[in-house]
């Protein structure tokens, strides 16, 4: 197993394409296999060309300033990323200043604090961005939720029933952080 040390942390790439679409679509093989993956997904696998565009999107995003993304590269391959995206993109509006964090870290990967850097550096380039960050996690997601608890973000709204998958119900948290009210990092006694 590699050690988070041996990971670069760097800026999105329009050659990790096909290294994220790998990753995002593993999500697909876990759920297949039964075992909890604690993202809302599409019910059928997107094609290579639909996650294509909305990375591409991503990628036009991070270009314009609406967005901040930190992948992680281990041996020539994207392992994991962090994101946070202008709720409303395009424009300038009244939310411009709200992102939405999402983050994944490739399975063979997770538990060796990859997450953590990741989180650390997104919100570190985000707080010239934006003010306000929020994110929604499956209630049942501990790790996940520890760990954006231990960066300083709070629950703010809990979403019973909100993901149906096969024929159960899964309840999702609502978390926030006020970049502005907040250091960056993670924080003692959470
Ligand atoms: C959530 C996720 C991004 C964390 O990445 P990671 O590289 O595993 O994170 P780290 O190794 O830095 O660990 C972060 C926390 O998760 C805990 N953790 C990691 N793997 C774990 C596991 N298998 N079981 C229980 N806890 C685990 C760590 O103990 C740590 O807890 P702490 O913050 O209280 O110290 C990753 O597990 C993942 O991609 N999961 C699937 C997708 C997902 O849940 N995304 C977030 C949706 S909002």
């Known amino acids: 197993m590699p050690s988070p040390a041996s990971i670069e942390f760097r800026p999105l790439r329009r050659e990790d394409l096909n290294d994220l679409w790998e990753i995002l679509n593993l999500r697909y093989d876990e759920r297949a296999a039964g075992t909890p993956i604690w993202t809302a997904m599409f019910l059928e696998r997107p094609s290579r060309e639909q996650m294509t565009q909305t990375l591409e999107a ?4 991070v270009e314009d300033g609406s967005a901040v993304f930190v992948a992680a590269e ?3 391959h ?3 990323f962090c994101q946070i995206c202008c709720v409303v993109p395009g424009a ?9 964090l999402g983050m994944f870290v490739h399975r063979d990967h997770r538990g060796q ?16 961005r934006f003010e ?11 790790a996940a939720v520890s760990l954006y608890r231990r960066f300083g973000f709070s629950v703010c709204g809990h979403l019973p029933r909100v993901i149906r998958r096969g024929g ?10 006020d970049l502005s009210r907040t250091p960056v990092g993670p924080q003692a006694n959470r």
């Open 58 to 61: 991503t990628l036009h995003q």
């Open 74 to 76: 281990q041996a020539g």
């Open 78 to 80: 994207v392992v994991g």
């Open 92 to 100: 300038p509006s009244e939310m411009s200043h709200v992102g939405e």
């Open 113 to 128: 604090g990859i997450g953590t850097v990741l989180l650390e550096r997104c919100l570190a380039l985000a707080r010239s």
């Open 132 to 142: 306000v960050v929020f994110l929604s996690v499956w209630s049942k997601n501990e």
């Open 168 to 177: 159960e119900y899964f309840d999702e948290e609502r978390m926030i952080l």
